[in-house]
């Protein structure tokens, strides 16, 4: 783990890095001393680990909540360099977007290709952080929606040091399989006129979830929409699961 | 309306009366003065106006949000007397599920067969407690689950009063025509093993609500299973809605 640069800002302490070539950041209180817990949040399609909805919500679990907060770059997102598979399967896509295949299908099938990489990644990156002395070993947490969720999914089911997620805005096409493993709280975010996710896929999805406490929350509105109490809720749910 | 009792008890005023033979509850903060918000209550199937989840939710909003809150008891249920149309509706509605209708459909029909009772006696209750010092004529919300429910949504619907419902465990088989009359902000409860509405139908009522605010919450359990942490978020609700 190689640090790039440091800031601090209305009491939250950003530190930029590389873990074996993958951007990362990490945000802590300003003055952290000593072990907290530590969520570590997945972005959106085409977002990055600073996109503005990630450092919203995690100023707000860092100044609020007391924790750390860890995002990575997507592989071929943000700072890291595109991936030819990847595009490879985006043109075939594409294709078959215009021949009539579903869109669901195709977006599910391309988040199950990705998460293979990002869970180790992501594991490697709970690995390194929680050895620094203003993280340490607390409980964690996963936040994220939309591909965040169709690679949070296979995470949290792969990984035991994950107490409770959020997740949301996805289906269960790509990880039904993945969901039947998870047995944490869960927080599951619904736009009910998702124009990108079909509800009853939505509804699939939460329904193969293993966890004994789960609570759907769905909100009128596109997948972009996602009201802002709903931020006030997660930090509710993180605060009850992980202090 | 003639005041039978009252008492008090850690900090809540507790006085029973009848509203035109109607026996009721109103739960006030003890040195209440003055206008305040106030929550109608209706109560479930087979329960009357100061069932256990009734008492404990009043409790909470009279005491946390410093909220007036009123409870009648349904036609036929508590203090008051049979109905005779409606025992008959009953023994014809066993007769019919024994020959195999469903359930939710009978349910529905005598739901909505009640509601034409309970409406205007409910908004003679919004009038008459209205005028009392200790409650005034402050912002007005509902709660009411199961047939809580089922009676709610034509009551939320005919009264302007309401400007925020806590809804749930109901269908939209009786009341989809009266659900989308309604416009306030409404938090819908659903059990997702709901074993008397089913869960199609549930989401059907939330989709007919008209609300351009409206949040679902769906959690595992039976129809009496709503978890505790639900009541934390209805606090939250009507506070944000009503104070």
Known sequence: MRFLSETSSVGVREQ???????????????????A???????????????????????????????????????????????????????????????????????????????????????????DAVQQLDHVGVGPVGYWGVSLGCGLGVPFVAAEPR???????LGGALASAEAAAAITVPVEFLVQWDDERVPRVQSMALFDALASTEKTLH??????????????????????????
Chains 1, 2 share one sequence.
């Open 16 to 34: 930029l890095f590389t873990l074996h070539e993958i951007p990362g950041v990490l945000w802590t209180p300003e003055a952290a001393v000593g």
């Open 36 to 126: 907290r817990p530590l969520v570590l949040m997945g972005h959106g399609g085409g977002q990055h680990k600073k996109a503005p909805d990630i450092l919203a919500r995690a100023r707000r679990f860092v100044t609020e909540l007391g924790f750390a907060v860890v995002a990575l770059d997507v592989p071929a997102h943000g700072d890291r360099p595109k991936v030819e598979e990847y595009d490879r399967v985006a043109t075939e896509n594409q294709a078959r977007i215009e021949a009539g295949e579903e869109l669901a299908v195709l977006i599910a099938g391309f988040q199950a290709l990705v998460a293979r990489q990002t869970v180790p990644e992501w594991q490697a990156t709970l």
């Open 162 to 168: 994950v107490r409770a997620a959020v997740l949301g």
């Open 218 to 243: 769905a909100n009128p509105g596109k997948h972009g929409e996602i009201p802002a109490f709903e931020l006030d809720s997660t930090l509710r749910f993180f605060s009850r699961h992980l202090r």
